[in-house]
């Protein structure tokens, strides 16, 4: 066989040398790129555990702070409650004083449109005439509230305290005593609110006593002078029924 010359000899050396030097390079790319791509991957899982956690932590506080946040709610509930009750008590306080005061001390009160000094005493008086009245007691809510009127001739209940009383009389048949206590409210009052309502029962009493023609005659004013009033309706149907 004949021998390969020199030159084809060098020219053959360097191709393999090329394709050596090619074969590494590629073996050394490879190796890079996935060594880059486990990095990567490393460090994508790393932001994905990072982000979780930093996820975890901000619903953590969320939470916290709404827990905060309700006690918070609540205290301030609790605050306000507290400072109705305060408020409350105070009010009953000074109501309770002003009261207590008032069974000492003479008061300028108005009562049903009527102005005055209401004396110590004064105002307990009346309310247990009342209340002998609504029981039903009604000798003695007569006695009481004549009493009332005698002790007490320039207090502010002294209209009510006559009102009562006439009603009083008239619930005890009384019909005279009425009508003459009803006839001096309504002469020293005219303008008092209880006027027409007092004015039916001394319709009544006249009626009752046999007075007809005096019963007629104040149902009538009734009607003309207190048109829009119940009394007014009631009058209407007594004075239909005398003949």
Known sequence: MRQLSYPFNKTLSRAFCLST??????????????????DARKAILDLRKSLATTQMDLQNQIERLKTENAELRGKVESLEKQGEDINTSQKTYYQDLD??????EPRTVTIEGISGTVQPGEKKAYDE???AFQAGNLKKA????????GKYSQSPYLPLALYWGGNSKYANKNYTGAIAQLQGLIKRF????RIPSAMLTLGNAQLESGNKAAAKKTFSEIISKYPDTEAAKDAQQLNATIK
């Open 129 to 131: 005439a009342l209340k």
């Open 99 to 104: 009261n207590r005061l008032g069974n000492f």
């Open 21 to 38: 030097a090619v074969i590494c390079l590629c073996l050394s790319s490879n190796a890079w790129a996935l060594f880059a791509d486990d």
């Open 142 to 149: 007569d006695e009481s509230f004549t009493a009332f009127a």
């Open 190 to 193: 005219p303008n008092h609110s």
